[in-house]
């Protein structure tokens, strides 16, 4: 793995970076806030090792607190004589994976970075969604199809996110009413197939592939070809 590890005690970094880099690791050290952030920021890591207390304007919290901001999900393992368990919560809200108090057994420290090393990356949430040349905002909520900018409604709005979240599978009227209606029952209305009408016709007039599809007695699907 490749680690960074910020610790402005120099003692406390050469006994972790050798015992690291005996263990089959990279490491990289910075000896301050500023310039663990600034690394942190813009290199590929596996994991931070990082102290609490921390010179040069930026102490570990912040340091912490900036990269989550950023929407930088590393793993992180506080190292800080601050034992008192609120000083421990405070990191870990910061956004700390793990936190372990000085002094400390180095085999400890290692098992827990390897730990957070075996952890699956955090998935990045979906922002867009897209079929063929039809694209979904959720952020700016707005739908797009060959670059034309398509107005709909907030109830279309939720359909289509449904059947693209699910594009290239049938989706039924029971997850329909339940997913964008919050019905758990069906009202036996055609509700679902007057939206679905009014989608595709906003959708598919003027482009020569439809994408929206009927699947008899089944549901709906939304697809390329």
Do not use: C
């Amino acid at each position: 793995m490749r680690i960074l590890l910020v610790e402005d005690d120099a003692e406390v970094a050469r006994f972790v970076k050798k015992g690291l880099m005996e263990a089959g690791h990279t490491v990289e050290h910075a000896p301050n806030g500023r310039d663990g952030l600034f690394m942190a920021a813009s290199e590929q890591f596996d994991v931070l090792v990082l102290d609490r207390m921390l010179p040069g304007g930026v102490d570990g919290v912040r340091l912490v607190e900036t990269l989550r901001g950023q929407g930088n999900r590393t793993p992180v393992l506080f190292l800080s004589a601050l034992n008192a368990v609120d000083e421990r919560v405070k990191g870990l809200k910061a956004g700390g994976d793990d936190y372990l108090t000085k002094p400390f057994a180095f085999a400890e420290l290692l098992a827990r970075v390897e730990a957070l090393g075996r952890r699956p990356a955090a998935e990045v949430p979906t922002t867009r969604l897209k079929v063929a040349d039809l694209e979904l905002d959720l952020l700016s909520r707005t739908v797009t199809r060959g670059g034309k900018k398509i107005d709909v409604q907030p109830r279309e709005f939720r359909l289509l996110e449904h059947l693209m979240r699910h594009a290239g599978q049938v989706v039924t009227r029971t997850m329909l009413l339940e997913k964008v209606w919050d019905y758990h029952f069906d009202p036996q209305t055609n509700v679902i197939d007057v939206h679905v009408s009014r989608l595709r016709h906003k959708l598919d007039k003027g482009f020569d592939k439809p994408l929206i599809h009927t699947v008899r007695n089944a549901g709906y699907m939304i697809r390329a070809d």
